[in-house]
């Protein structure tokens, strides 16, 4: 029998999944609930991955020509009621600002006043404000493509609200494009998939299945919406980003129009698409263990983490010296265009404490630096994509010669594990009776809620879609970009089927 | 008689310099009106400008030991009403989020539902809100100093609203800081206010005094209240940014204690200081002209534009060959740690069209190549810190080493031409009668509305600022931190005084 170790984190998440989730962000100071219902105070350590996301994101945004631009946080309820479906989506959970300002009512207490004629909402998404500018800026086809971005916050009066993954007030950024041609907006709306796809994957370490959603799991307003779904370590989707082919119906509602080539007016053709700050909750869900958060190092705060270990005043000064002389070396050793985030991390608590903090925090690698190594000219190395015990003495030169490539190496198993879970836990299910059993813990055998994703038929019918949805609370995820023609039976009616889609349950 | 030439903004700063500067917005493309009163949009031109503000002054956080976060947008009431200063001083002009749905009427209208049991304040600033995380996070002097900063979005509930200068919603950062001791709280009150001086001076190219407000111009809550100062090109001053001790006022209300060395729990010391979407419009009122916006290169979302002129396919192909044969070095010469913007402007418009887009844009430096430039291996340079007739010819390898040390003298140009201004408008006054001519324009020899800047004494009486500005609408902008001891008369009330002041009108 092995010998079973203490974990940092308690819940484990066999234990308790959801309880192991708040544990985590909470072990790794992330975020913290605020005293405003539903909205979280993202914490230094959170924030600077979600600024990581940004940079890197919005990179590829103007690689392909976006520019960034902000609208305001208000919508007037008249704008917001222009598209059916769009208000229908939405009317149902949102802030509504009626008044202007707090008046005292004579006895020490204020009082709400000002009141406004037309209520404004605190925008949930911003199709419809955005519109309204867009109408005005363009006028030709030479106006076209116009491509808009903005990093923002938006508000969802959400019931039931979890860090990061479902939050009152949570930060994204939603991008904006219109076309003179409905195909170059429908290619569009791939290439934005397709950067968010490269994103999760070569930065997040989160192998993404890019594909379309059903009729009923659309943006309301969209006539396509596209999204990447990746797996979390409780085998249920997480929806990642979403790219949405919005038709004529937000240029038919804003009245965007555009003068084509032949002198005509024309309705243009838009989309939208977004992430958010859900991306930390999908990092955390997919690659944490029992231990805490690990990061993979492209969104990683910081890359190394310095602990020096000593005993007594003379150890200090040596040990101190020793990597202080490479400290510069290491701050100036470039790592995928940027320079390495190193933290040296010399407060006055225990070394021991250091580690576990680090530990928690999913700092790729974990240098610890005492005497000993001092003499040998080593540094003992821990790698968080290891077990917290592994660690190695390597010598001074080569991990500064390697470090590059050691968290490349890092990044690449993050990667592999989360593609290799995700694969063991797909099932080409053909049967129903398999299908409701993969989705129904029903014996001690099978702890985890369900088994995974079901790569399944299905007839292409709504009815059969929400009955599942209904009988197992299983949603189809998407309809998969690379998915082949096979004839095969829907695996709810038997019905004809020409393609698989992904089932499972979801966030 | 010189000829007059017509300039691309009208009325010119002469004629109307409030409509004027809405023109040079207009013209340059920055931002425009939204359809939610008193909101702007920012467009990709302006944000790029304030993208450019962020990054650099986001490093200069960051440099000092600051962190980023993210508190929520919404303030509860009752936070809000903790702070009794602070919530007089806000609670005028605030948007109030009352309800959380819209629900329809049965006739085809929405209504407002779900009222909230307590209104939320969309926040004006976010002591409350962020202080209420601060009491959580704080225990011991440990750990402190905490420095925070965040990156947001505020609403105040303006009645008259300008671009930039005043809007209902706004973009800013506020940092937030806690310390054990009080002149450790002073002393980065002042650090910050440097880096704010030094950011304006450097980067927006616009000389500020930097000083200490008076009790009645202290942000509501705080025990001293540092700002800089800058002087508009219609002489009045514009406060370009604020840094606020505020004591043991705001860790009182919310409860920000500490465990100090000796074991005894002591309130924390608090600071807070912002800049924000208004250093646009001081960078629009300080340097454009009557052909628009003039950018300092340091802040410019592109740094050159390069037009190619040509009439016939043969020379277009001359011109652009020629052109991107050294665009490559060009894109990647080093200016000041970061790459040249370079814009190549190779649209289907004439030459004279995009000319004059970028001059209104700003851009520093135009080149315009055609066939002869190509002929003798040159660049026709246009420098948008002087006079858009005034262009010059040199060789092409001479632009290309010597394009960034045009690029430093322009800004070096600007930066020193708003000084001169100021300084040649700021007067030593002593006289009432002569500062009440100074301030109030009453004959046709002075078309701009009062002189500039007054550097009087004051004896630091309440009552004297109260007079001043109700007669002249003037205001002691600052006392600066420079001033020197001097004995002198109170320019009101011929008191003694020991020190000048600066008067002046104000945005």
Redesign the interface.
């Known amino acids: 029998m092995s010998k079973k170790y203490k974990t940092a984190i308690s819940p484990t998440r066999e234990e308790d999944y959801s309880q192991w989730y708040q544990q985590v962000i909470k072990a790794s100071d992330m975020a913290?609930n605020?005293?405003?219902r539903g909205?979280?105070?993202?914490?230094?350590w959170g924030?600077?991955i979600?600024?990581n996301i940004q940079k890197n994101l919005d990179q590829m945004f103007k690689e392909i020509g976006c520019?960034?631009?902000?609208?305001?946080?208000?919508?007037?309820?008249s704008?917001?009621?222009k598209e059916a479906e769009h208000?229908d989506g939405f009317?149902?959970?949102?802030?509504?600002?009626?008044?202007?300002?707090?008046?005292d009512d004579g006895q020490g207490s204020?009082n709400?006043a000002?009141e406004l004629t037309e209520?404004?909402?605190?925008r949930p998404t911003s199709e419809t404000?955005i519109g309204?500018?867009f109408s005005?800026w363009i006028s030709s086809y030479r106006d076209l493509p116009l491509m808009?971005n903005q990093w923002?916050?938006v508000?969802r009066?959400e019931l039931r609200t979890r860090l990061f993954l479902r939050t009152t007030?949570f930060?994204w950024q939603e991008g904006h494009t219109v076309h003179s041609e409905e195909q170059e907006a429908i290619k569009l709306t791939t290439i934005m998939l397709n950067i968010y796809a490269k994103f999760a994957e070569d930065y997040l370490a989160l192998p993404v299945i890019k594909g379309e959603k059903t009729v009923s799991e659309r943006f309301p307003g969209a006539l396509r919406t596209y999204c990447i779904e990746a797996m979390m370590q409780d085998k249920k989707a997480l929806q990642s980003g979403t790219s949405h082919f919005l038709g004529q119906n937000f240029s038919k509602s804003s009245n965007i129009k555009f003068q084509n080539k032949e002198g005509c007016e024309e309705y243009a053709w838009t989309t939208s698409w977004g992430v958010s700050t859900r991306l930390i909750g999908a990092l955390i869900m997919a690659h944490s263990d029992d231990d805490g958060l690990v990061l993979p190092p492209r969104i990683a705060p910081n890359h190394v983490v310095i602990i020096p270990i000593f005993r007594n005043e003379e150890d200090e000064i040596k040990v101190k010296t020793f990597i202080e002389d490479f400290l510069p070396q290491l701050n100036n050793t470039s790592y995928h265009g940027d320079k390495l985030r190193i933290e040296y991390d010399d407060r006055e608590i225990s070394g021991g404490e250091k580690n576990w903090q680090w530990i928690k925090k999913g700092v790729p690698i974990r240098l610890e630096i005492g005497p000993r190594d001092v003499a040998n000219q080593s540094v003992f190395m821990a790698r968080r994509d290891k077990a917290h015990r592994d660690k190695d003495s390597i010598s001074r030169n080569e991990f500064l010669n390697n470090v590059v490539s050691f968290l490349d190496d890092i990044q690449f198993n993050i990667f592999n594990r989360a593609l290799k879970f995700r694969e063991s836990n797909t099932f080409l299910l053909d049967d129903y009776n398999e299908f409701y059993d993969f989705f129904t813990p029903n014996n001690i055998d099978k702890p985890m809620i369900h088994g995974g994703f079901a790569y399944s038929h299905w007839c292409g019918d709504i009815k059969c879609e929400e009955e599942i949805k209904n009988r197992l609370k299983v949603t189809i995820r998407c309809i998969p970009l690379n998915s082949k023609y096979e004839e095969g039976k829907c695996i709810f009616c038997s019905s004809n089927s020409t393609k698989r889609v992904y089932f499972a349950k979801n966030y």
Chains 1, 2 share one sequence.
């Open positions: 913290e605020s005293d405003v909205c979280m105070v993202i914490k230094p924030y600077s979600w600024e520019k960034n631009a902000y609208f305001p946080l208000f919508i007037p309820k704008f917001f009621e208000v009317a149902k959970e949102c802030a509504v600002v009626t008044h202007t300002k707090l008046e204020l709400v000002g209520p404004l909402i605190v404000i309204a500018s005005r808009i923002a916050n508000v009066w007030e930060l």
